[in-house]
Nanobody, 124 residues
Framework: DVQLVESGGGSVQAGGSLTLSCTAFEYPFSDNYFAWFRQAPGKEREGVAAISTRGRDTYVSFDLKGRFAISAVNAENTMYLQMNRLKPEDTAVYYC??????????????????WGQGTQVTVS
């Protein structure tokens, strides 16, 4: 498993912005899905966005396109999630995760073994 460290969570008013970052101790494979998930109280963990570490392909949940963007700096093994026009329903614990890129859907949480500790995002 790969150590992942997240930062950037906090409290913000609706309409505001936050940027989360996640740094991996290493990229475990030559091509990986480096992904963000979130989990609100009483709900399942859901995929937010992902980026492939080799080709820089990006994927954002359909419902979040236009508000959320993902990027990465491979030289720093760091991924960012830019969240704009935040809504109260975006309130959740946000987790980063990483796994080998394969044919499975990037947003399948059960496919990931390496997870960050989570960072709380609260929108009021």
């Amino acid at each position: 498993d790969v150590q992942l460290v997240e930062s950037g969570g906090g409290s913000v008013q609706a309409g505001g912005s936050l940027t989360l970052s996640c740094t991996a101790f290493e990229y475990p494979f030559s091509d990986n899905y480096f992904a963000w998930f979130r989990q609100a109280p009483g709900k399942e963990r859901e995929g937010v966005a992902a980026i492939s570490t080799r080709g820089r392909d990006t994927y954002v949940s359909f419902d979040l396109k236009g508000r959320f963007a993902i990027s990465a700096v491979n030289a720093e093994n760091t991924m960012y999630l830019q969240m704009n026009r935040l809504k109260p329903e975006d309130t959740a614990v946000y987790y980063c995760a990483i796994r080998r890129r394969d044919d499975r859907y990037w947003g399948e949480a059960a496919a990931y073994r390496s997870w960050g500790q989570g960072t709380q995002v609260t929108v009021s």
